[in-house]
């Protein structure tokens, strides 16, 4: 049954483009909220239908919830799938709304890296006791939002993964462009190329990947390169860790790749010899998945939430949080060890065969949005 599927969260939020996407070509009517540019990355990079639609800003409180009431009403909303939780979000557990359906995201839920006031955590901890069904892509997340009183009633929680569409992540139909893209970014002949993906924000650590590379062989061997993703602030970090690498002589083994399409990142991805992720706290981002469909070796954080996923010598090598030559040494054992290399890769691309399937994950969402429009229960007040 095709439903009307309202999604509201971070606007500049990649993912909320791909799930937009992918419920449009399977016939549901999607409704973006406040999102211009995901509605623009819907249409123009996924090529499908969506409404884009604006209402009052947050602070306008119970004008807001009254206008919110009044489109799902004409829009006849089926169902609202909230990706970022905040206060202001707690709005669409008032009464006369549609069910909701809401991912927590470490944003939202780890307090130990993102300090949240009473106000914030009341309303996050209302949109999680409401919500007829809350996901999230990360194990530890998830157990967190069962402390805090989620999934009572029997309403599920479920861990669904943010994963590569395996029918475009496949490493042949990149490597000229990725060519390309290393000639564009200067690397020199021969040499290898580290990429870092995640986003350039403090609490991503960059400046760690920054310091590991430094201390290991790649310095010698190849380059580092950044991705940048057009976030708010980014320019501001970007030029701080570049002063740290001027400092510790690597600036000019730094190169980055600006924000591009959803579409053109698989030639960034496989461009890299080997890619790396720093930060101290995690879910399971859609990039792991992507880079192993795509046969690129992972050096990451030692991370809870990724068991299952990375798994040290198998599918990537891990490194102690916060510890650079802890990664420099793992960044080294990725060059030394090629028939280890080799198995990381294997590995990672069977994994990705039998886990990291993105339309398994949009059938997982599928299935919670028709049980929650199914139950319709009342919302917790």
């Given amino acids: 049954m095709a439903l009307t599927v309202l999604l509201e969260g971070d606007p500049l939020a990649p993912q909320q483009a791909r799930l937009g996407a992918a419920l449009a070509a399977r016939g549901h009517r999607v409704i973006v909220l406040n999102a211009p540019r995901i509605a623009d990355q819907i249409r123009d990079e996924f090529g499908q239908a969506c409404t884009a639609v604006r209402a009052l800003p947050t602070w306008t409180g119970s004008l807001r919830t009254r206008q919110l009431r009044r489109l799902a009403r004409l829009e ?34 780890n307090e130990q890296v993102f300090p949240r006031s009473p106000r914030f955590r009341a309303g996050v901890d209302r949109i999680l006791h409401g919500a007829a069904a809350v996901t999230s892509d990360s194990a530890p997340i ?24 395996l029918s475009r992540w ?75 690498a001027r400092a510790l002589g690597v600036a000019d083994r730094i190169r980055h790749a600006p924000r591009c399409s959803y579409a053109e990142l698989p030639a960034v991805y496989a461009a890299a010899d ?3 992720s720093a930060p101290d706290a995690d879910g399971v981002p859609s990039t792991f998945c992507e880079l192993m469909a795509l046969g690129v070796p992972i050096v990451a954080t030692d991370l ?16 102690r949080p916060g510890d650079p030559a802890d990664l420099a040494a793992q960044l080294d054992r990725l060059l030394d ?9 294997d590995d990672g691309l069977r994994w990705a065969r039998d ?21 319709r229960q009342a919302p917790v007040t």
């Fill in 355 to 375: 886990h990291g399937d993105w339309q398994r994950s949009v059938d997982a969402f599928e299935r919670l949005y028709h049980h929650a429009v199914g139950q």
């Fill in 304 to 319: 809870p939430a990724y068991e299952g996923v990375l798994a040290h010598g198998t599918r990537g090598l891990l490194f």
């Fill in 274 to 276: 080997a890619a790396v």
């Fill in 170 to 244: 496949q490493p042949a139909p990149w490597h000229e462009k990725a060519q390309e893209l290393r000639a564009q970014w200067q690397v020199p002949a021969g040499a290898m190329v580290l990429l870092a993906p995640r986003q350039l924000q403090p609490h991503y650590r960059t400046e760690l990947v920054v310091q590991g590379f430094a201390q290991s062989r790649w310095r010698d061997m190849g380059v580092l390169v950044l991705k940048h993703h057009g976030k708010s602030g980014e320019d501001v970090w970007s030029a701080e860790v570049m002063r740290q």
């Fill in 76 to 109: 006849r909303v089926d169902i609202v799938h909230l990706n970022f939780l905040m206060p202001p979000l707690d709005a669409w557990l008032e009464p006369g709304m549609p069910p909701v359906v809401a991912t927590a995201w470490g944003s939202d839920i």
């Fill in 337 to 345: 060890d090629a028939p280890g290399r080799a198995r990381m890769i």
């Fill in 142 to 165: 998830l157990a967190s939002v069962r402390r805090r009183g989620a999934g009572q009633h029997g309403r599920p929680l479920e861990l669904v993964l943010w994963s590569a569409d």
